[in-house]
């Protein structure tokens, strides 16, 4: 199928989850060098600071140091509770080391007491930590010299860089609320859906789109994605009590498919529905990442080759 009958070029990253990655240096560089191998897009690290997860952004600088083609994203990195001149630095320096290959989402970060506490913010000013911070970081990213006033922070003619901007392009926020969509229609410049359907990321899409049409912005028809966890053969009991009990309205077979032709119809479906960038999630961690990822990897060409919708970008 060509672009104007309907064909959507999209692109699949790997993503890592918030379980443990490796157990030595050895196993984590193999995992990367062998996303890199097998062909995949780019590679994505959650943040969790109260959970056995890496932090992305030092694991990163160092998958990109054993790595010259794919791409190295956060999904996501967490911004209320963090001075936004710390965190502007850190990915000035992450991106410096990612050779401009470095793709920073933003969010509120996980829904859970124990994270808010470990940033040292409370449920309820998250989102205006969030709203005052972003701007801040993207200016200090563009290389400007920022002076701020805030509740949360006071600056004074700060710059993090020699002056140049920061090999970061765009800013892509997370988040499913009404409030987050909107959000990220007047602050972000793409989108990234997590355990979400078709009928979710259309929806959203289109929420976003409007408010930024609204706001007089434009909204990048290709930046859009899902995050996704992904069965070859069975999902893992504690994979389907988690959706379960995180969203108890949705299918769990829409929110992880199982098999090729599950995830078939799930790419399919979403890219139909507008996301054209994709972050597959091992549903569980293999025993060796070098013959579990080919076998992926495999798995997402061949649903792809199938598709009546969304064909692999190259």
Same mark, same amino acid.
């Given at each position: @199928?060509?672009?104007?009958?309907?064909? !959507?070029?999209?692109r699949v990253g790997l993503g890592l989850g918030l379980g443990p990655v490796w157990n030595s240096r050895a196993e984590f560089a193999s995992c990367v060098e062998s996303v890199e191998a097998s062909g995949w897009d780019s590679l994505w690290l959650s943040e969790h600071l109260t959970g056995p997860t890496p932090a992305p952004l030092?694991?990163?600088?160092?998958?990109?140091?054993? $790595?010259?083609?794919? !791409?190295?994203?956060?999904?996501?990195?967490?911004?209320?509770?963090?001075?936004?001149? *710390?965190?502007?630095?850190?990915? /000035?320096?992450?991106?410096?080391?990612?050779?401009?290959?470095?793709?920073?989402?933003?969010?509120?970060?996980?829904?859970?007491?124990?994270?808010?506490?470990?940033?040292?913010?409370?449920?309820?000013?998250?989102?205006? /930590?969030?709203?005052?911070?972003?701007?801040?970081?993207?200016?200090?990213?563009?290389?400007?010299?920022? $002076? +701020?006033?805030?509740?949360?922070?006071?600056?004074? *003619?700060?710059?993090?860089?020699?002056?140049?901007?920061?090999?970061?392009?765009?800013?892509? @926020?997370? %988040?499913?609320? *009404?409030?987050?969509?909107?959000?990220? +229609?007047?602050?972000?410049?793409?989108?990234?859906?997590?355990?979400?359907?078709?009928?979710?990321?259309?929806?959203?899409?289109?929420?976003?789109?409007?408010?930024?049409?609204?706001? %007089?912005?434009?909204?990048?028809?290709?930046?859009?994605?899902?995050?996704?966890?992904?069965?070859?053969?069975?999902?893992?009991?504690? @994979?389907t009590e988690l959706l379960r009990r995180a969203y108890p309205l949705d299918d769990p077979d829409e929110l992880c498919p199982v098999g090729i032709d599950a995830l078939r119809a799930v790419l399919?479906?979403?890219?139909?529905?507008?996301?054209?960038?994709?972050?597959?999630?091992? +549903?569980?961690?293999?025993?060796?990442? +070098?013959?579990?990822?080919?076998?992926?990897?495999? *798995?997402? $060409?061949?649903?792809? $080759?199938?598709?009546?919708?969304?064909?692999?970008?190259?």
């Amino acid at each position: @199928m060509s672009e104007e009958s309907g064909t !959507r070029r999209i692109r699949v990253g790997l993503g890592l989850g918030l379980g443990p990655v490796w157990n030595s240096r050895a196993e984590f560089a193999s995992c990367v060098e062998s996303v890199e191998a097998s062909g995949w897009d780019s590679l994505w690290l959650s943040e969790h600071l109260t959970g056995p997860t890496p932090a992305p952004l030092p694991a990163l600088a160092f998958a990109a140091a054993i $790595t010259s083609r794919i !791409r190295l994203g956060t999904s996501v990195t967490v911004v209320p509770g963090r001075s936004p001149v *710390d965190l502007a630095k850190s990915l /000035w320096t992450a991106a410096q080391l990612c050779d401009g290959r470095l793709l920073p989402i933003f969010g509120l970060g996980i829904a859970e007491g124990a994270e808010h506490s470990a940033f040292n913010v409370s449920p309820q000013d998250r989102g205006p /930590w969030f709203d005052e911070a972003l701007p801040v970081i993207r200016q200090l990213l563009q290389g400007h010299r920022v $002076t +701020a006033h805030s509740r949360f922070f006071e600056l004074s *003619d700060i710059c993090v860089t020699d002056g140049r901007p920061a090999p970061v392009t765009d800013l892509w @926020m997370g %988040g499913r609320s *009404d409030v987050e969509l909107r959000r990220t +229609a007047r602050l972000g410049d793409g989108w990234l859906a997590s355990f979400a359907d078709p009928r979710q990321t259309r929806r959203g899409i289109e929420v976003i789109t409007k408010h930024a049409k609204h706001i %007089g912005r434009k909204f990048d028809s290709g930046h859009f994605g899902l995050l996704f966890p992904y069965a070859r053969e069975r999902r893992p009991d504690t @994979m389907t009590e988690l959706l379960r009990r995180a969203y108890p309205l949705d299918d769990p077979d829409e929110l992880c498919p199982v098999g090729i032709d599950a995830l078939r119809a799930v790419l399919d479906n979403h890219s139909e529905a507008g996301i054209t960038k994709f972050i597959l999630v091992p +549903a569980e961690r293999p025993d060796d990442w +070098a013959s579990a990822l080919e076998l992926l990897r495999n *798995d997402v $060409t061949e649903a792809t $080759t199938q598709s009546n919708f969304a064909r692999l970008a190259h």
